[in-house]
């Protein structure tokens, strides 16, 4: 049977951060604060330099999270780095720069060259990887994280670590068959996983409406008897105070929750993309407002943790070392016909 499927333009009514009593709950200090405000800032030139090298030829492909840094950064600041186990998707680069990749981790690895610690130059660009921080280097077709992560999950509870797995995908994902066998196993074996959906409204073109009969993604955990959660993805901090949560609840023994954090995509699908056959200016506009790096960086003017010349400071030092990396990623040598099989053997 046909059934009519309405189209709707995304809805925009998410509050704004209050952050003045909050970040006393939160714990944070002001330093915290920076520190989160100049990951997202620097995964977002990063991201802006990695478009201009994919235009000039330099590399093959950019696939980003412009948009999504105030989720990635408040899920990610939630983990403890090089404990917890980070299985995360290709747009989260904000996130593995809060675990601690570099700037010149994740060139190289756009570069494929044989520094990039992911896969010594091997992978596609964006999956992210970094042993040293437990980072776990993902697979290209989507979803297939859920399994893996629930698997690593359960290995954290079978040797009695104190460990837990963030893992994260888009909504456009939850669709695979894989997200459903990940979620039941998670939460039938209350593993201590969290999975964070960054609903950016599109799944390429896709949208929300034309992908699930429910309006929220968080609906679906209930029928695998977890808890769903729907935060404004936009806001750093709010993001930060569920994960936190969610964090808590598996280290107690209570098994995964499943985050959804509502946001936008700014940019296109990948540079080989064009959104505007199926999404109209305005509503990109629309969104533009709602940055999360402009929105957290007028709460923390307004507050006082940052002023002009610091704020001019902080992107001074971030353009700096996105030029850095540039520079050493284009120097650095590619992988030579020798090490083809590295990786291959357990001698690596
Ligand atoms: C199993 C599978 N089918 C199709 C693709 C092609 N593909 C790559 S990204 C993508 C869209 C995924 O959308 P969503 O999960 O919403 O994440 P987003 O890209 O919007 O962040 C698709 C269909 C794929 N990589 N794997």
Known sequence: MHREVQVK???????????????????????????????????????????????????????????????????????????????????????????????????????????????????????????????????????????????IAYASKLMGKDEVTLTSLGEGSTSQGDFHEGLNFASVHRVPLIILVENNQYAISVPLALQMAVPDVADRAHGYGMPGVVVDGNDVLAVYEVTQAAHERARRGEGPTLIEAKTYRLIPHSSDDDDRVYRSREEVAEWRKRDPIVRFQQTLLDVGVLDPARDQELRASIDEQVNDATQYAEAAAFPTIEEGDRFVYADD
Request: hydrophobic share 40%; proline share 6%.
């Open 9 to 151: 333009t995304v809805e925009l009514p998410l509050p704004q951060t209050r952050l003045d009593n909050r970040v006393a709950d939160l714990g944070f200090t002001e330093s915290d604060l920076l520190r989160m405000y100049e990951k997202m800032l620097l995964a977002r030139k990063l991201d802006e330099r990695m478009w201009i090298l994919q235009r000039q030829g330099k590399i093959a492909f950019v696939i980003s999270g412009q948009g999504q840094e105030g989720a990635q950064v408040g899920a990610a600041y939630a983990l403890r780095p090089g404990q917890d186990w980070l299985h995360p998707y290709y747009r989260d680069m904000a996130m593995a720069l809060t675990i601690g990749m570099t700037p010149r981790d994740l060139l190289l690895a756009c570069y494929g060259k044989t520094e990039d610690p992911s896969s010594g130059g091997r992978q596609m660009p964006a999956h992210y990887g970094k042993a040293s921080l437990r980072i776990v280097t993902g697979s290209s077709p989507v979803a297939t994280q859920l399994p893996q992560a629930a698997g």
